[in-house]
């Protein structure tokens, strides 16, 4: 009887909060709900039982590994509520055990009904933001441009990877579509590097895909070229980031880094050193913020002391510096097993062309700037690829990959 009444309420529960958490975690601030709602379900879910059914799977058992390593680096910094608003964040990739372990093929679905709700509200709302108020990003979901670039390159590169695996010309020639309007609104935001991220990704799907007919490819590629011109001529943003772009490389000249081109370099330079001075333990995580501002004083005779005026330091702008830094070349080392577990999941389930995609962004986008902290990409990144994983595999998702 008990038992007849629990399952009675458990499915539509655990349904409803897959659909929460898709459409609600563009609103960076409900995860502190729906973080906690996921895993009441997982538990109910009785997914406690399957964890180590599920940390079979390469991408979780990476993700535990870096997390767990950030954990321990939290022992040799002494000021661990430094910047915890940043290095918290990497936390955020735990939430891909419990969402995967849920997702059966039937709860996919409602979980890619509610992703796809929650995108394309927001997408709506960013291209109505930047339409009538002639501002980027999303404001009522507190997104920055950055942040806002950034879900438009990861939904026309989802696009491009389904349209190169589609065996129909209608399909495909949507997916094109979706893909060409989301790159065009991206081009009327800031993130340049996040665009051309973009653009060389869905360059090089397009050359997996017509790597043996060089004239499609070519084809597709001058297309392409056409498109991005016209959409730059249109672009009044993206004309400006480019008199930026030159502007930076003059005042460069002059040796002032006082530029977002001048900072981020010597965010690196700096970084790379502190790397070489603490390769194995890192300054701890949480630590990067302060080191910096502590050794720009006298680092290289304090060419960049000027730096603290122009710009707090929050990150060092690249994924693999910002972590060699928190936790040494072992974190750098579980970041590339994490990208490479990411790759293998998708290669295992048959999706290799969308792993492909996926992960040649989040490397491109993490060289110039921290894409795994990200308020919302990781999570958009995470849910795509378990509801992916699901769907291909047709199979319960605590089974392990491997035995495909």
């Keep these: 009887m008990n038992l007849t009444h629990t399952s009675s309420w458990r499915e539509p529960f655990i349904r409803w909060v897959l659909i929460l958490v898709c459409v609600g975690f563009w609103r960076s601030e409900l995860n502190v709900i729906l973080f906690p709602?996921?895993?009441?379900?997982?538990?109910v879910d009785g997914g406690t039982g399957r964890l180590s059914q599920t940390l079979k799977n390469p991408l979780a058992l990476a993700i535990l590994l870096l997390c767990g390593l950030l954990l321990v680096g939290l022992l040799w910094n002494d000021s661990v509520h430094e910047g915890r608003m940043k290095w918290l964040k990497y936390f955020v990739l735990l939430m891909f055990i419990p969402f995967y372990s849920l997702l059966n093929?039937?709860?996919?679905?409602?979980?890619?009904?509610?992703?796809?709700a929650g995108y394309i509200l927001v997408l709506a709302l960013g291209i109505h933001q930047w339409l009538v108020a002639g501002e980027q990003g999303v404001a009522l979901m507190r997104m920055s441009?950055?942040?806002?670039?950034?879900?438009?390159?990861?939904g026309a590169i989802t696009a491009v990877s389904f349209a190169c695996r589609s065996q129909s010309a209608m399909l495909t020639a949507a997916l094109w579509s979706v893909a060409l309007v989301l790159i065009f609104v991206q081009f009327h935001q800031g993130g340049r590097i996040l665009l051309l991220a973009t653009l060389v990704t869905v360059?090089?799907?397009?050359?997996?895909?017509?790597?043996?007919?060089?004239?499609?490819?070519?084809?597709?590629?001058?297309?392409?070229a056409i498109a991005a011109a016209a959409f730059a001529y249109s672009s009044p943003v993206f004309q400006d980031r480019l008199s930026q772009i030159k502007s930076d490389v003059e005042l460069l000249q002059q040796d002032d880094y006082r530029s977002s081109l001048g900072y981020r370099l010597a965010?690196?330079?700096?970084?790379?050193?502190?790397?070489?001075?603490?390769?194995l333990t890192g300054y701890g995580t949480g630590a990067p913020?302060?080191?910096f501002e502590h050794t720009i004083l006298t680092y290289k005779d304090g060419i960049y002391k000027n730096l603290v005026e122009f710009q707090k330091t929050s990150h060092f702008h690249n994924d693999w510096i910002e972590i060699g830094l928190h936790v040494g070349i072992?974190?750098?080392?579980?970041?590339?097993?994490?990208?490479?577990?990411?790759?293998?999941?998708?290669?295992n389930a048959g999706l290799s062309i969308l792993g492909?995609?996926?992960?040649?962004?989040?490397?491109?986008?993490?060289?110039?700037?921290?894409?795994?902290?990200?308020s919302r990409t990781p999570i958009l990144l995470l849910i795509i690829t378990a509801i992916a994983l699901v769907w291909q595999t047709r199979q319960e998702p605590c089974v392990s990959l491997e035995s495909n």
């Design 356 to 374: 492909t995609g996926l992960i040649s962004y989040v490397l491109l986008s993490g060289l110039t700037d921290t894409f795994l902290i990200f």
């Design 145 to 154: 441009y950055l942040s806002f670039s950034a879900m438009l390159g990861v």
């Design 267 to 279: 965010m690196w330079d700096v970084g790379l050193h502190g790397i070489a001075e603490r390769p």
């Design 105 to 116: 093929k039937e709860r996919a679905v409602w979980a890619m009904i509610g992703l796809m």
């Design 203 to 224: 360059l090089f799907l397009s050359f997996l895909r017509y790597r043996i007919e060089m004239r499609k490819f070519a084809g597709t590629a001058i297309f392409l």
């Design 289 to 291: 913020e302060r080191y």
């Design 330 to 347: 072992p974190g750098m080392l579980a970041l590339l097993f994490l990208m490479v577990s990411w790759c293998r999941v998708f290669k």
């Design 37 to 43: 709602l996921l895993g009441i379900a997982w538990v």
